[in-house]
């Protein structure tokens, strides 16, 4: 599957559980929606994070959108755990929700009009369907663990160096198009 199409379909996906999350009353059901939207918004943006904005790099820089998609990532982790720290009955908990929701479109709304169009143009159709394979394969893996939400290490604000960033692309564009990971070779004593 292409990685756009796949990452339009989750932007949708989770849009969904927020509007359901926002419309439920407290119950059950509403703490199995809850789970789902943590869950859901975590691995979307972890996976973006870890695959799209590092593997694309180069294709994005110099770009000021895709700037203010990292920092988008990073305000709606910050309403994730807001509301993940949030007990359904507090008054606030509805206020947390309208505020993902709010962060997380306009997320969706940057990237679709922004960020997509131009990894489009840039990218070939084969690397857009191995790194959609890539996405899809860590997503499940990461909805299916039995971990705590926020266990990983928080998505930085800020700016990493030039050098790192180009290191970085360079591993991950070198798994895209191969499609398999780095061995790691042994140390001779």
């Known amino acids: 599957m292409d990685a756009l199409d796949l990452l339009e379909q989750q932007h949708r996906e989770v849009t969904e559980l927020l509007d359901r999350l926002a419309v439920e009353a407290s119950g059950e059901e509403n703490d199995a929606t809850i789970e789902a939207v943590l869950r859901a918004v975590e691995a979307h943006v972890r996976i973006e994070e870890a695959y799209v904005y590092v593997a694309c790099a180069s294709k994005l820089r110099g770009d000021g959108r895709a700037e203010v998609a990292g920092e988008q990532r990073a305000g709606i982790l910050s309403a994730l755990r807001l509301l993940g720290e949030t007990s359904p009955s507090d008054p606030q908990f509805r206020d947390h929700v309208a505020t ?3 962060r997380f479109a306009q997320h969706a709304d ?15 159709d084969e690397a857009l369907d191995v790194l959609g394979e890539a996405l899809e394969r ?41 499609g398999v990971r780095a061995k790691i070779r042994p140390t001779s004593l």
């Open 100 to 102: 993902l929701s709010e």
């Open 110 to 124: 940057a990237e679709e009009d922004a960020v997509f169009p131009k990894l489009k143009r840039t990218l070939t």
């Open 138 to 178: 860590a997503h499940h893996r990461f909805l299916f663990e039995d971990k705590p939400f926020f266990e990983m290490e928080p998505v930085s604000s800020t700016r990493p160096s030039a050098r790192s960033l180009r290191a970085r692309a360079r591993r991950s564009s070198a798994i895209v198009r191969s």
